[in-house]
């Protein structure tokens, strides 16, 4: 089944409560996508690029007319030290949230944590000297 005709064939909301594990093409990378592995019911992302597709307004609801490819952003930790990728709509911008799987691409993950520490807003040779402006001598 096509991910993108299920909001068509099922009840509003019925991805709430139901798991949703056919297995789908990943519009990024070309790879088939299973649901073995993932540790959860709802995939909702490729495990090997990250990479999802804007689906639901609401998680679950399908509701989405957007269909764009949903970039990894960022990612970001809960208070239970659960890792959450933030995903950017190529189409309309929009943002969400989704847990990361068992399976997801670890080199990946750790590449979206390091994505602010390998290009920070300022220039990184002249950080002794902006520190040295803001707090004295820098010691």
């Not at 409560?17 to 996508?33: D, Q, S, T």
């Not at 890792?83 to 399976?103: E, F, M, P, T, Y």
């Not at 390998?118 to 402006?133: G, K, N, Q, V």
């Amino acid at each position: 089944m096509n991910r993108e005709n299920k909001r068509k064939l099922f009840a509003k909301g019925y991805y709430k409560n139901h798991a949703c594990n056919e297995p789908f093409i990943c519009k990024n990378c070309g790879r088939l996508v299973v649901e073995t592995g993932a540790g959860t019911n709802h995939r909702n992302h490729c495990p090997y690029c990250l990479t999802s597709q804007h689906l639901d307004d609401e998680p679950g609801d399908r509701n989405s007319d957007c269909g764009g490819a949903m970039e990894p952003v960022a990612v970001w930790i809960k208070k239970n030290g659960e890792w959450c990728i933030i995903h950017r709509c190529k189409i309309c911008g929009v943002l969400h949230s989704n847990r990361i799987a068992a399976d997801d691409n670890p080199v990946k993950l750790i590449s979206l944590a390091m994505k602010p520490i390998s290009s920070p807003p300022f220039p990184l040779d002249r950080i002794e000297e902006i520190t040295d402006l803001i707090c004295g001598d820098g010691e």
